[in-house]
């Protein structure tokens, strides 16, 4: 008897609840006829697109260290300043430097200060070259007529050689110094290039992006100590399947999301790296992105490379009705909107692709209105 009496409750509930949805059915059909626009389920032709992640990088980067081993005595940026090209950034402490310079300099100015002693030197030695040769001729004249001896004149003429060879002595000491000049003004010059060294400024105007000394620190040769990115250089660096190769060519126009930004931009292929990773099978594809105000490297990013075009089921996203991940058009039949579950794809700004639940031809309902509910009744306008 209770299994007879259980069944007979719920054969009476289920009849109520038919009895209730039959009510609501016809309530709905039995209401004015809602205005509603229509259009048409088609299919298109939809440019298809290979998607790939990437990350922002910067076109011009610049790790700053010393070239000289010196403690840092002073750094003038931090990381997010905006410096200029030249700006000094880092003060090395340069005292053995600055000792060089003035080594070097006291080196160049001996050197100056023996020019007036060789100057003299060569203007004796030409002296004493122009008597002798004075002297020479008029022995020569003398010993012509037979009226000095043999060996007068051979002291004459060794007179003479003598006193070439001491001008030419006189004049090489003096051409010594001068190259003596030419190599103290290079150790000069060598030595405040050095002292420069203590002093690093920016290669390019850009942002500091990282800061990886204090004042006090040693920096040796090669250690780095700031990062330099150029500003409103950028490129974004996609990881790319080996097997999409054939689609992606240098110069090839694509579309570019920065997420950060929220917003897609156009771009470019600058350069596809030939090397491809062996534990991925990708390869990197750098693509330049134009100059905005809040792009920074790191950021995430994607880029779709345009492929084949794709013949799909298309409805206008206005039709399309979405409750968490469900989503549903009205579809009309005889006057009567029928609510319809689908599955879409890919989204455009003003269309959407379905991939299941409606089939080419079918009528729906576009814009959807405030309200609509399933079973209503609708009359469809151009």
Partial sequence: MRIVFVSLLVSIAVLSGCGGVETHTRAASERPAISVRGA???????????????????????????????YVRQVAVQAGDRVAEGQELITLDAQDLDANVRRAEAAEAEVRGAFPEADNGVAGAKANLDLAQSTFQR????????SISNQEFDEASARSKSARAGYD???????QLDSKLAQAGQEVRAARILQDYARIRAPFAGVVTARSVEPGNLAAPGAPLLTVEREGAYRLEASVDESRL???????????????LDRRLAARVSEIV???DAASRAYIVRIDLPALPNLRSGMFGRAWFPVAARNVVAIPAAAAVERGQLQSVFVV??????????????????????????????????????????????????
């Fill in 139 to 146: 022995m020569q004249e003398l010993a012509s007529k037979k």
């Fill in 246 to 260: 054939p689609f992606v060519k240098t110069g090839q126009s694509v579309e570019v999301s920065v997420e950060a």
């Fill in 333 to 382: 039949e005889e006057g009567v909107a029928r609510n319809r579950l689908i599955t879409i794809g890919r989204r455009r700004p003003a269309a959407l692709e379905v991939l299941s639940g409606l089939s080419e031809g079918e009528k729906i309902v576009s814009p959807v209105p405030p309200g609509l509910a399933d079973g209503a009744r609708v009359e469809v306008r151009q």
């Fill in 169 to 175: 002595m006189a004049r090489a000491r003096r051409s």
């Fill in 40 to 70: 048409t389920v088609c299919r298109e032709e939809w440019p298809d697109a290979y998607e790939a992640a990437g990350t922002v990088r910067a076109r011009s980067a610049a790790v700053i260290s010393s070239k000289v081993m010196a």
């Fill in 274 to 276: 030939p090397a491809v």
